[in-house]
Nanobody, 127 residues
Framework: QKQLVESGGGLVQAGDSLRLSCLAS????????MGWFRQAPAKERETVAV????????YYADSVKGRFTISRDNGKDTVYLQMNSLTPEDTAVYYCAAQYVSNLYTLYTRIPGYDYWGQGTQVTVSS
């Protein structure tokens, strides 16, 4: 079965950095656009960052632009989210998701575009 497993979350202080990883299995990773999403308590899940099949195109939410970087290694079937200058507002469960696309440049920026989801990893930023 198709599976996505996130790792790298934890408890950090404001200003610290974390790198999240998402390892995919059961799919041809290089044919999927990948995204990172997050959900804080009592809030809706939101898009954080998205990357196209080859990594040539990316999208970032305004709230993380300039602080977070999404990348992927198709040889390792892994997508990463480097998070710098973390603030308490970044506290959430972070999920990765995958969507099959037929070309190198297509990416989806909205949640309904993604079919396969991981179980999430908790990121907590204290002040």
């Amino acid at each position: 079965q198709k599976q996505l497993v996130e790792s790298g979350g934890g408890l950090v202080q404001a200003g610290d950095s974390l790198r999240l990883s998402c390892l995919a299995s059961g799919l041809t990773f290089s044919t999927y656009a990948m995204g990172w999403f997050r959900q804080a308590p009592a809030k809706e899940r939101e898009t954080v960052a998205v990357i196209s099949r080859s990594g040539s195109r990316t999208y970032y939410a305004d709230s993380v632009k300039g602080r977070f970087t999404i990348s992927r290694d198709n040889g390792k079937d892994t997508v990463y989210l480097q998070m710098n200058s973390l603030t308490p507002e970044d506290t959430a469960v972070y999920y990765c998701a995958a969507q099959y696309v037929s070309n190198l440049y297509t990416l989806y920026t909205r949640i309904p575009g993604y079919d396969y989801w991981g179980q999430g990893t908790q990121v907590t930023v204290s002040s």
